[in-house]
């Protein structure tokens, strides 16, 4: 059964349905408590818990890229009571990197709604001599592999931002891994390394002048940064990449419940508190419905498992 025509499964015998939900829901969150991902997580928890008159609990799981996480997921009752938050990482890049997951995405998931969408940031320590992506590019080009990138770490979208960057724009970068964002800003900021494809977390070191954007990777600008272009506007048109995340089921679930919790994500993502705390972040809400978004998860595995495929990208490196 392919992954989309999951999502039109029916449950016939579904005569609970009418009570749903009658006790609290349990949202997986595979990161640590405190993270982007977490707090995306909890602010559309609470705006739904507050529309569905039951709560909606996250339960951070940590460990292993998301497998961990997506294991537990597989292994709970379908009965819309055990929900997941997964993100590009776990859904569209791993899936491409490991032959021996415990599941499939495309078999034992049911996508209810993507949540929201974060763009990444191409900064620079003043030090590099290049002013624009032109430069940037223009300087790659003509001192091949001298420019050094740090990113969170393999096979992250970070690293996947560089790498799709070099392989559209012809420069030729050195990748640096590191084990986290922070620590690679970090580097960044005092100069160790001259460039990152970072996320939004960058934000105010680029308006305290810390740091330059040369440009932001999303298709549209971004209202944190109003005066920072996108990649095609600011010379490598088509470019564009983003990190993002999104609701899932178990597979088996039923089409009403999936229906229902699709109709509340969305509604949950319409409310001021959500869209202001997902601002704050510089990520934006998505919502639509779940074809739409088992097609984007398809979409977006083909497109980087492409782009690994070409760059020989391995888990580790």
């Not at 996250?58 to 497998?67: C, E, F, L, R, S």
Request: proline share 6%; hydrophobic share 40%.
């Amino acid at each position: 059964m392919s992954f989309i025509l999951m999502c039109l499964w029916v449950n016939i015998d579904s005569p609970a349905f009418a009570e749903y939900p009658e006790r609290p829901i349990r949202l997986i969150v595979p990161f640590a408590a405190g993270g982007a991902t977490d707090v995306v997580g909890r602010s559309l928890a609470n705006a739904m818990s507050k529309n569905l008159g039951q709560q909606v609990v996250v339960d951070n799981k940590p460990g292993a890229g998301g497998i961990l996480a997506g294991t537990l997921l597989v292994k709970a009752v379908p009965d819309g009571y055990t929900l997941i938050l997964g993100s590009i990482g776990m859904l569209s890049i791993g899936p491409n990197l490991r032959n021996d997951l415990p599941y499939s995405i495309r078999d034992q998931f049911i996508p209810v709604a993507q949540v929201s969408s974060t763009p990444n940031l191409i900064v620079a320590h003043p030090s590099l001599k290049a002013n624009n992506l032109v430069e940037l590019i223009q300087l790659a080009k003509s001192e091949p592999y001298k420019i050094a990138y740090g990113s969170s770490g393999p096979a992250t979208s970070t690293h996947l931002s560089g790498e799709l960057f070099q392989s559209m724009s012809g420069a030729k970068l050195t990748h640096v891994p590191y084990k986290g964002g922070s620590q690679a800003l970090n580097d960044l900021l005092a100069g160790q390394i001259p460039l990152m494809f970072d996320t939004m977390s960058a934000v105010q070191a680029v308006k305290s002048g810390k740091l330059k954007a040369f440009a932001i990777t999303s298709d549209r600008r971004s209202n944190l940064l109003p005066d920072v272009k996108t990649v095609s506007e600011a010379g490598l048109p088509g470019y564009k990449t983003s990190s993002w995340n999104g609701i899932l089921a178990p597979a088996g679930t039923s089409k009403e419940i999936v229906a229902k919790l699709n109709s509340e994500i969305n509604k949950a993502l319409a409310s001021v508190d959500v869209q202001k705390s997902l601002a704050s972040d510089g990520s934006e809400p998505r919502g639509g419905t779940s074809e739409e978004f088992a097609k984007f998860i398809v979409d977006e595995t083909a497109r980087w498992g492409k782009l690994i495929k070409d760059a020989g990208i391995k888990a580790s490196e």
